[in-house]
């Protein structure tokens, strides 16, 4: 017998959840991550509590990682990514107060609004 087909939520549905204002990077960013097929089937309903959209972003950014146990294999931290994203819906970062050049991490992506010059969503 075929295993039945996981219920994903629209685009309309996931926007709606996440409240995503028209216009602003999260909303093209929700828009982005729709291959479904990179999840597994049991996602769909399970208490983790992350979207869709935001698993196949972390996906595509940790291809390597196992997506198994019973975090799913996605951190802890990216329910606080998510609620960033929900409050900073432009994903700009804040400006650094102070600029250190031996630190060796390099700076972190910003995405300009939807439509803005400069950026994965621009353009």
């Known amino acids: 017998m075929a295993q039945k087909k996981p219920r994903w939520p629209t685009l309309e549905e996931q926007f709606a959840d996440s409240k995503a204002v028209r216009g602003q ?4 960013l929700i828009r982005d991550n729709q291959d479904f097929e990179m999840l597994r089937p049991d996602e769909a309903n399970d208490s983790r509590g992350l979207p869709p959209w935001l698993r ?55 995405y300009p609004k939807h439509g803005e010059q400069g950026g994965p969503y621009g353009r």
């Not at 329910?79 to 409050?87: A, N």
């Open 56 to 110: 196949i972003y972390w996906r595509k950014l940790n291809p390597e990682a196992d997506y198994s146990g019973p975090s799913g294999g996605y951190p802890c931290t990216l329910d606080d990514l998510f609620e960033w994203m929900l409050d900073h819906q432009d994903l700009r970062l804040p400006e650094a107060d102070v600029q250190d050049p031996n630190d060796p991490r390099r700076p972190a992506p910003s």
């Open 25 to 28: 990077a999260l909303e093209q």
